[in-house]
């Protein structure tokens, strides 16, 4: 049995990469780059990992702004780039409306209030991020209150988005209601 390396070898990387470069076109590896950008970051590094010039992934890069599928800071020298996270939750948002009708969303929502209102009970708070795991002597007991807290975070975030998958369902994909 051989030993599992999580770490692909450059070969595999290399080849991985190339049959990416060969398959997508520059916007859409600007575009697949930018979605893994978390913190501004200069065009010049992001056209470098989408292997394109820093002239074409700046153009590509400021249509995704103005889609807001990105958030641009021009003002900084270079400009920086960095992911929207709103604009990936709507995305999600809008496939869950398409993909459940408003009762099912609104019974979801119900079933996730009454598990945040276990963790509101267990903790004391309605605010997840006042809570310091680290106020515990025990190690395990310090793991366990991490892995609650990172569970109530997550569950915050699918409140969330299905509070707008419901607005968007309910408003005909728009979050506000379109006027008659």
């Given amino acids: 049995m051989t030993e599992f390396d999580p770490v692909p ?3 595999a990387v290399d080849d991985v990469r190339q049959r990416w470069r060969e398959t997508t076109d520059t916007f859409d590896r600007v575009y697949d780059t930018a979605l893994g950008v978390t913190e501004p970051t200069p ?4 056209a470098s990992t989408a292997d394109c010039s ?3 992934a700046k153009k590509h890069l400021d249509r995704l702004a103005e889609m807001g599928i990105v958030r641009a800071d021009r003002d900084a020298q270079p400009a920086r780039y960095e992911r929207n996270d709103g604009y990936l939750e709507w995305q999600e948002a809008s496939r869950l409306a398409e993909e459940h009708t408003v009762e099912e969303i609104v019974d979801r929502v119900a079933t996730l ?3 945040r209102d276990e963790y509101v009970d267990e903790f004391g708070t309605t605010d997840p ?3 310091s795991a680290f106020d515990h002597d025990d190690h395990d007991e310090i793991h366990t209150v991490m892995t609650r807290l990172s569970d109530w975070h997550a569950l915050e975030r699918d409140i969330r988005l ?3 998958a419901r607005q968007i369902a309910q408003n005909d994909g728009h979050l506000v209601p379109t006027s008659p």
């Fill in 129 to 131: 991020s006042s809570i």
């Fill in 162 to 164: 299905y509070e707008l």
């Fill in 113 to 115: 209030e009454d598990r």
């Fill in 43 to 46: 065009y010049a590094k992001i």
């Fill in 54 to 56: 820093p002239n074409a």
């Fill in 9 to 11: 070898d450059r070969e």
